[in-house]
C-alpha cells in the first residue's frame, strides 16, 4: 500500500496550454560568516544587517521585481566556507517557493546540484524552479541566465551576481502577461550582442538581456528546455506556460487532497463532484482570461479506466461506453482534461501599404 496520490499530467499538442500560477516567492542562498541559517523576509528593511555588503545587495536586488515585487524573498544564510549547498537546498525542501538563486558566486558543481535537486524534488510532486548562471539544463524547471558585463552605474555584474534579480523579476511578473521585454530600469549596460547571436542564444534557451538603444530589457522570458517530446512541445520553453502548468498541478492536487480523497466513497456521483469542481476552477481561470473561454473540458478518462477495469479480470467487450464510465474502479479515480490557454503578445507582423 501507498499513500493516495493524483497525477495530473499536462501535454501540449498544437496548441499552446497555459494557466494561473501562484506565485511571488523567491529563495535565495547566500554564504556569509554572519546570520547563519534561514530568514523570512517581506521587505528589503528585514535584511539582515550584518550580512556582507555584497550579500545584502544581492537580497535587494531580488526585491525589485518587475510590475509587482516578490511578495517574499526566504534566505538561506550558509556560512561562508560552506563546502556545498545541501544545507540550505534540505531546509527550502521545506519551504514553498517559486524560483531558487543560488550565492552570487555559485560555482558549475553547484549549478549542477541546484538541477539535480530542482528534477528530485518535481518528481516527487512539487513545484520548484531556478535561476541559474550558464547552466544548459535542457529543463523547463531551470532558467539559464547568460548574460554578462551587466553595469548599473559604477558597478559591473556576471550573471550569477544578477540571478536574483532575474529570479525577483519573473516572480513580480503578473499571471496575464509574460516577461518578455521586461525592463530592468537599474541596469546601464549589458555586453552586447548582434541580433543574430541574440537569437540563436535564444533558441538554445538562453534567457538574455539586452541593450535596444534606450533602456536593457528582457529578450524572451522561455527556459533551458531543448529536448521536445510528445508530452513536452514547444510550449514548454516559455516560462509563463510553465508557471501556469506547475500551478494548476498544485491547485488541483491541493483541492483534491484537501476536500476529495479520503473523504468520499468512490463511486460515480462522488467521482462528478470532483470533474464539476474543477471545471468550475477552469471557468475561473476563463473568466480571468488565462483560458481561453469555452474550450476547457474535464471528464472521466475512459480508455484508462477500461484498461483499468480490464486489469482487475473484468471483461469489458460487452459493456457500453457508459457502462465504462460508471464502473466502480476501486479507489482508483481517471480523469482527462483539455484546456486551450492564452498565451501573452510577444510577436508582432505588420504589413503597411503605402
Given at each position: 500500500m501507498k499513500l493516495p496520490n493524483i497525477n495530473i499530467a499536462f501535454?501540449?499538442?498544437?496548441?499552446?496550454?497555459?494557466?494561473?500560477?501562484?506565485?511571488?516567492?523567491?529563495?535565495?542562498?547566500v554564504k556569509d560568516a554572519k546570520a547563519n541559517g534561514g530568514h523570512i523576509l517581506t521587505s528589503t528593511t528585514q535584511i539582515p544587517s550584518d550580512l556582507g555588503a555584497e550579500n545584502q545587495a544581492y537580497i535587494e536586488r531580488a526585491?525589485?521585481?518587475?510590475?509587482?515585487?516578490?511578495?517574499?524573498?526566504?534566505?538561506?544564510?550558509?556560512?561562508?566556507d560552506a563546502a556545498n549547498l545541501t544545507e540550505?537546498?534540505?531546509?527550502?525542501?521545506?519551504?514553498?517557493?517559486?524560483?531558487?538563486?543560488?550565492?552570487?558566486?555559485?560555482?558549475?558543481?553547484?549549478?549542477?546540484?541546484?538541477?539535480?535537486?530542482?528534477?528530485?524534488?518535481?518528481?516527487?510532486?512539487?513545484?520548484?524552479?531556478?535561476?541559474?548562471?550558464?547552466?544548459?539544463?535542457?529543463?523547463?524547471?531551470?532558467?539559464?541566465?547568460?548574460?554578462?558585463g551587466i553595469t548599473n552605474g559604477t558597478n559591473t555584474y556576471t550573471a550569477a551576481e544578477y540571478c536574483?534579480?532575474?529570479?525577483?523579476?519573473?516572480?513580480?511578473?503578473?499571471?496575464?502577461?509574460?516577461c518578455t521585454y521586461a525592463a530592468l530600469p537599474e541596469v546601464t549596460n549589458v555586453?552586447?550582442?548582434?541580433?543574430?547571436?541574440?537569437?540563436?542564444?535564444?533558441?538554445?534557451?538562453?534567457?538574455?538581456?539586452?541593450?535596444?538603444?534606450?533602456?536593457?530589457?528582457?529578450g524572451r522570458g522561455i527556459s533551458s528546455l531543448q529536448t521536445i517530446t510528445a508530452d513536452k512541445g514547444e510550449a514548454f520553453k516559455k516560462i509563463k506556460i510553465v508557471e501556469a502548468i506547475d500551478m494548476i498541478r498544485k491547485d488541483?492536487?491541493?483541492?483534491?487532497?484537501?476536500n476529495y480523497i479520503g473523504k468520499y466513497s468512490n463511486s460515480y456521483d462522488n467521482k462528478c463532484l470532483l470533474i464539476s469542481a474543477i471545471s468550475g476552477y477552469f471557468n475561473g481561470l476563463e473568466d480571468d482570461g488565462?483560458?481561453?473561454?469555452?474550450?476547457?473540458?474535464?471528464?472521466?478518462?475512459?480508455?484508462?479506466?477500461?484498461?483499468?477495469?480490464?486489469?482487475?479480470?473484468?471483461?469489458?467487450?460487452?459493456?457500453?461506453?457508459?457502462?465504462?464510465?460508471?464502473?466502480?474502479?476501486?479507489?482508483?479515480?481517471f480523469l482527462q482534461s483539455t484546456i486551450n490557454i492564452l498565451d501573452a503578445v510577444e510577436d508582432i507582423s505588420l504589413n503597411i501599404t503605402i
Open positions: 501535454s501540449t499538442q498544437a496548441a499552446s496550454a497555459i494557466a494561473r500560477s501562484e506565485k511571488g516567492i523567491v529563495a535565495l542562498i526585491f525589485i521585481g518587475y510590475v509587482n515585487p516578490p511578495k517574499k524573498v526566504i534566505v538561506y544564510v550558509l556560512k561562508d540550505a537546498l534540505n531546509y527550502f525542501a521545506t519551504q514553498a517557493f517559486d524560483y531558487l538563486a543560488g550565492p552570487r558566486d555559485i560555482t558549475a558543481a553547484e549549478c549542477t546540484a541546484v538541477v539535480a535537486w530542482i528534477k528530485e524534488q518535481r518528481a516527487l510532486g512539487f513545484i520548484p524552479k531556478a535561476v541559474l548562471p550558464n547552466t544548459a539544463a535542457d529543463s523547463e524547471a531551470i532558467i539559464n541566465f547568460t548574460s554578462s536574483s534579480r532575474i529570479a525577483g523579476l519573473i516572480a513580480g511578473t503578473p499571471m496575464t502577461i509574460s555586453d552586447r550582442l548582434p541580433k543574430s547571436e541574440m537569437d540563436d542564444a535564444i533558441d538554445d534557451g538562453k534567457f538574455i538581456i539586452f541593450f535596444d538603444g534606450e533602456k536593457v530589457k528582457v488541483i492536487k491541493e483541492t483534491a487532497e484537501d488565462i483560458l481561453e473561454r469555452g474550450t476547457s473540458v474535464v471528464g472521466i478518462d475512459i480508455e484508462a479506466q477500461e484498461t483499468y477495469l480490464q486489469s482487475i479480470g473484468k471483461d469489458t467487450t460487452a459493456l457500453t461506453e457508459q457502462e465504462i464510465k460508471t464502473a466502480a474502479t476501486a479507489d482508483k479515480v
